[in-house]
């Protein structure tokens, strides 16, 4: 599976973009209850961010379904990044405005675990390495939910309060990019809205994805909440 033309370009990128999205919402925290002195609001801004995130992903994944990963990937970074920055800029002021920017911000925030999956899925022919490559995909998620809070408390005690957010910038941009200059063809559904009808018709699709929803919430909370 590792000697499939792309295939260790779409893991190195896909490692180093999805760091910033279990970076992020513990930097936020750490940004905002420094500025504002205030954890309530911290955690207010952090939970804005990851419900306009659970929001508005999976039409940003339809979109990339649509157009191609390249055409929706890198134009959704841009975004994110000025949304990131703003953020930072009005971290010292009211709540709305944190708020208001914490939400932009993760909704523009691409999930690139994402990405990598459906890349693999419509590139792998052979159900064995589909799923070596969906193992090793899982194993990467590890790595970065465990290595993300911990990167962003390191650079948040060691440098600034906005070091980590403006670190993960930087992660995303080098995995984004990666991954949107390195799209080919299998990036497009050419069936999207017959398999997506079929999907949701399978009985234990709805309970799993009502499961899913539930176990999110509980990483989630966790983060906030530590």
Do not use: C
């Not at 990963?69 to 959704?76: E, F, G, N, Q, S």
């Amino acid at each position: 599976m590792l000697r499939k033309p792309g295939a260790l370009s779409t893991l190195g990128f896909g490692m180093v973009g999805r760091i910033p999205l279990a970076m992020n919402p513990v930097a936020i925290i750490l940004l905002i209850s420094s500025t504002k002195d205030s954890f309530a609001e911290a955690g207010l801004a952090s939970g804005a961010y990851t419900l306009a995130g659970a929001l508005v992903g999976p039409r940003i994944g339809r979109l990339a379904d649509r157009f191609g990963t390249r055409k929706v990937l890198l134009p959704i970074t841009i975004i994110h990044i000025a949304s990131m920055l703003w953020l930072i800029q009005v971290s010292r002021g009211s709540l709305l405005l944190i708020m208001l920017a914490g939400a932009l911000t993760g909704a523009t925030l691409a999930n690139i675990g994402s990405y990598t999956r459906t890349r693999w899925s419509r590139a792998l022919s052979d159900r064995k390495e589909l799923n070596s490559a969906l193992s090793i995909e899982s194993v990467l998620d590890e790595i970065s939910f465990v290595g993300g809070p911990a990167l962003a408390g390191l650079l948040f005690v060691e440098f600034s309060p906005s070091f980590a957010p403006l670190a993960g910038l930087v992660l995303l941009v080098i995995g984004a990019a990666g991954l949107g200059i390195s799209s080919t063809h299998h990036d497009i559904s050419t069936n999207r809205e017959k398999r997506r009808s079929a999907l949701l018709g399978i009985f234990m699709v709805k309970p799993l994805l009502i499961s899913l929803i539930a176990l999110g919430g509980v990483f989630g909370g966790n983060t906030v909440a530590i």
